[in-house]
């Protein structure tokens, strides 16, 4: 099945990125625990890009599917896993990046979605929570992309973000979308 390129943002409604985020087919990786495991040979760097044997995986459709086979384990170590072995994968942060951003709406009756440096698609709700996490460089938001996997926002969307925490008056000040409150106050 061929890869097809991800659709512009802007020209989708959040109704349509909602449904196109529903209709992701990911293959069921949190229900397979093979016995052989090994080293990928292969690194997520912090912005995203991803390499193999320290050479760049240049091409985005194989970026895409190895990110489908991805997983988190619940030490916080990642792999990719297939029904027959698990290779570890060392990723420096967040093994995804959110990398544009589409809002409709003001405080209560906001709605986000997010584009991944993958090309998928997240609607920012209760089970996909937005967060901030104090580090020494300042803040890093992320959002939660399925099971124990997160994209760390890109750096423009976080004072997008700031900016409609700060203007929706809430206390403690916060992001609203699709229901779900996230507060901006970052945990240590």
């Known amino acids: 099945m061929p890869m097809q390129p991800p659709p512009d943002l802007e020209s989708l409604s959040l109704a349509e990125i909602a449904r196109l985020a529903e209709e992701q087919r990911l293959p069921p990786v949190d229900s397979w625990n093979p016995d052989r495991i090994g080293d990928s040979e292969m690194r997520i760097a912090r912005d995203g890009s991803w390499y193999h044997q320290g050479r760049a995986i240049t091409r985005p459709a194989m970026v895409r599917l190895f990110s489908m086979i991805l997983r988190c384990e619940a030490d916080g170590s990642h792999v990719l896993v297939t029904p027959i072995e698990k290779l570890r994968i060392a990723v420096e942060d967040a093994p995804f990046g ?82 779900a409150f996230f507060p901006v106050d970052p945990v240590p």
Request: aromatic share 8%; proline share 5%.
């Open 98 to 179: 959110a990398v544009e951003m589409k809002a409709e709406g003001e405080g209560r009756d906001s709605r986000l979605a997010f584009r991944l440096n993958t090309g998928d698609l997240v609607a920012a709700d209760a089970d996909h929570s937005i967060r901030f996490v104090e580090k020494a460089d300042g803040p890093h938001p992320y959002l939660r992309v399925r099971g124990r996997l997160d994209a760390l926002i890109a750096r423009p969307l976080y004072y997008e973000l700031a900016e409609r925490a700060l203007s929706g008056g809430d206390d403690p000040a916060g992001i609203w979308s699709n229901g």
